[in-house]
């Protein structure tokens, strides 16, 4: 039992458009009219279709993630967070593992881009990538510890930089709250409706459950963009959760 109305609900829901072009994008989202959700907009997308896209949804009304992931030195990241920012987007992220300063410079990109009147983008870290698996980390990587205890430093860092929030595995998001507090916001994509085709996320969790984790977005792809009927898909996905 949730105690999210259907609308809240859906706000809650970050549909990734996985596409290769503005074309295919519109045909869900034509599909998905009238669902009051977020729409995630990543590096496929927006190398493809650009920042005219992206203008084009936020002039539509639609609330938009631009899931980027910059990282760079301080400057550049700055100048990105800058020109995202003109665009009006609600959400970006930048990698944790660009350090404190390169986040701080994310959110003084921020400051200079924000027109008067436009609503500040929520920024957060991207934690330790839900693919990297535990030998990765230790022995590629060459960070030592448990995959856990990356997510939280990184979200630890994110934090003290003034990030909003962090993008995690709907399993971390009990130790993150606890770690940087209630209000620091958790996105969590490796999202599969009971019985979905699981692909290749592992660290699964059901929206129901993960929003029980008490996380603030779940990001859902293919459960929803593949599927045969994608409105009827997301409505199913409410009505597991209302
Ligand atoms: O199709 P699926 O539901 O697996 O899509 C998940 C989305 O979340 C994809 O756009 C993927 O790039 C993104 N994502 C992820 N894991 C992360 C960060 C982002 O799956 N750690």
Not at 11 to 16: E, H, L, N
Not at 179 to 195: E, K, M, N, S, Y
């Amino acid at each position: 039992m949730s105690v999210l109305t259907r609308t809240e609900i859906a706000g809650r829901i970050m549909v990734a458009l996985d596409y290769a072009n503005a074309e295919s994008a519109e045909g869900l989202l034509k599909q998905l009219e009238g669902i009051p959700c977020f729409v995630k907009v990543g590096m496929q997308l927006f190398y493809a279709a650009g920042p005219s896209f992206v203008a084009s949804l936020k002039t539509r009304g639609y609330k938009v993630f631009l899931d980027v992931k910059m990282h760079d030195i301080p400057n550049t990241v700055k100048g990105g967070a800058e020109s995202v920012t003109r665009l009006g987007v609600d959400v970006f992220n930048v990698h944790a593992a660009g350090g404190k300063q390169m986040m701080e410079a994310a959110l003084e990109g921020v400051d200079k881009g924000l027109a008067s009147g436009s609503t500040r983008p929520i920024v957060i870290g991207v934690s330790q990538l839900t693919s990297t698996s535990q030998s990765v980390l230790n022995d590629e990587i060459g960070l030592a510890g448990t995959t856990e205890q990356a997510v939280i430093r990184y979200a630890r860092l994110a934090h003290a930089a003034g990030l909003q929030g962090v993008v995690a595995s709907p399993l971390e998001v009990t130790a993150i709250k606890s770690a940087c507090g209630d209000g620091f916001v958790t996105v969590t994509p490796g999202i599969r409706p009971a019985g979905a085709d699981v692909g290749d996320q592992s660290r699964i969790m059901t929206p129901a459950e993960a929003l029980a984790q008490k996380t603030d977005y779940v990001v859902i792809g293919r459960p929803i963009t593949g599927a045969a009927d994608p409105r009827a898909a997301i409505e199913a996905i409410i009505d597991s959760i209302v």
